[in-house]
């Protein structure tokens, strides 16, 4: 899986394809970084496309994949979008217009010469970087069609990057970006609706920019940083604000404010995990049901059992370890409520000790502070939570052995067919 990190370096370098901006922008071919917090090289990948639309609507974006043994593994591509170049007029025009009031065209103003000596401003319509961000993709997708692509970005970036692959039923990781639902198709809205998980969208708490447009999408993790609460301070939507852990994990601060964003980063992880562990197992499912003879005769779907075996085992134990983590955390959570709920009726005792046992809890019921409310129904919904993360388990499970059950079936078929060469 591609690392909250990586997908940060990536938006922040979306910016960089901007000629205007850049006087070494960033074109195919070029070779990206992705560093730790001691400056050690940990990823790199490699710029497949670029679009650089500066004179139309002014929409940057580029196409990359993670280098692996030299070469780009195109199995895995990331469209990272650029975010609002505050220099570029029309950038500027599109957080009004396409962000703002959800148009699909975008309106400028143009001088041209005139019969006389002036000239005269006339407006020009032309597509919205929401356009042509989708036909960027749509070029993308269309050049690796077995990719698992996944897009990014900052701010607009990450406007246009939500749009792109709700429409396209993709995964996302970005930053600090309004909420693109506006302008979303029917099946896309009904598809964010049922597949939660697929966007992720951080979110500064603090960040009055990023915070524009709701969260029609459901992409957001709003996290409390450690900065105050001034919407106007410009820092607090920059992308240098979010920090990460050694294995590049997006790293949420530990208070009252992000207890909700902890639990729904521990339901991303599992979610993530699910998808990206199905894609690989499919892929395998689908090359072994393919296959007429054993694994050495069968174009070397791999080298050996054992690495076939391995992948299945690594993403079983990938998943497994994120459910168990975030059925712990579900479990944890209610036990936080019955802590709750106690607390909230040993302090009315304490308040009003004139008061019997009935006319405290009726005192409590009045507004609207009951155990049905604080620990019953949320506790419903916990185990709702609980019941589906073993759903997906279980068909993650049945999967896995049935791969499991090819691979031997295959194994056995290679050793009875070397016996008979032998």
Not at 155 to 184: H, M, Q, R, T
Not at 312 to 324: C, D, I, R
């Amino acid at each position: 899986m591609i690392s909250d990190r990586d997908y940060k370096v990536l938006a922040n370098n979306a910016y960089e394809v901007d000629k205007e901006k850049n006087d070494n922008p960033i074109r195919e071919n070029r070779v990206i970084e992705v560093r730790d917090s001691n400056e050690k090289i940990v990823n790199e990948y490699k710029v497949l496309k670029v679009h650089d639309n500066e004179i139309e609507n002014g929409m940057q974006a580029m196409a990359v994949a993670p280098i692996k043994n030299g070469k780009p593994d195109t199995s895995q591509v990331v469209i990272a979008f650029a975010g609002t170049n505050a220099d570029d007029g029309l950038d500027i025009l599109t957080d009004t217009q396409t962000v703002g009031l959800n148009k699909d065209t975008l309106t400028t103003s143009v001088e041209v010469p005139s019969n006389s000596s002036k000239t005269e401003t006339h407006k020009k319509i032309v597509d919205a970087q929401s356009v042509t961000a989708l036909q960027f993709a749509d070029e993308i997708r269309k050049k690796y069609p077995n990719a698992s692509i996944s897009t990014t970005g900052h701010s607009l970036g990450e406007y246009l990057a939500l749009l792109v692959a709700a429409e396209n039923k993709w995964l996302n990781v970005g930053f600090n970006g309004p909420d693109p639902y506006g302008i979303l198709s029917n099946e896309a809205k009904e598809w964010v609706k049922n597949n939660p998980g697929w966007l992720t969208n951080f979110r500064n708490r603090g960040d009055a920019i990023g915070n524009l447009m709701g969260n029609g999408t459901g992409a957001e993790i709003k996290i409390s940083l450690a900065m105050g609460l001034n919407p106007l301070k410009g820092t607090f939507h920059n992308l240098s604000t979010w920090k990460f852990d050694d294995k590049g994990r997006l790293i949420i601060p530990k208070n009252d404010y992000n207890k909700k964003a902890i639990q729904q980063e521990s339901e991303r992880q599992l979610m993530q995990q699910f998808v990206m562990g199905m894609v690989v197992l499919q892929e395998l499912k689908a090359k072994f049901q393919a296959s007429g003879g054993g694994l050495s005769t069968n174009e070397k779907i791999y080298l050996e059992d054992s690495q076939a075996l391995a992948v299945v085992q690594l993403a079983s134990s990938e998943f497994e370890l994120a459910m168990t983590n975030t059925i712990k955390m579900y479990q944890e959570g209610m036990l936080d409520l019955e802590k709750l709920w106690q607390q909230c009726v040993s302090k009315a005792r304490n308040r009003a000790s004139d008061l019997s046992h009935g006319e405290i809890m009726e005192t409590l019921h009045s507004l609207n502070c009951t155990e049905s409310t604080m620990v019953t129904l949320p506790n419903e919904e916990f185990r709702e939570k609980i019941a589906k993360a073993k759903q997906m388990s279980e068909k993650f499970t049945r999967l896995v052995s049935e791969i499991k059950s090819k691979l031997a079936e295959l194994v056995q078929r290679d050793q009875e067919l070397a016996r008979q060469l032998g």
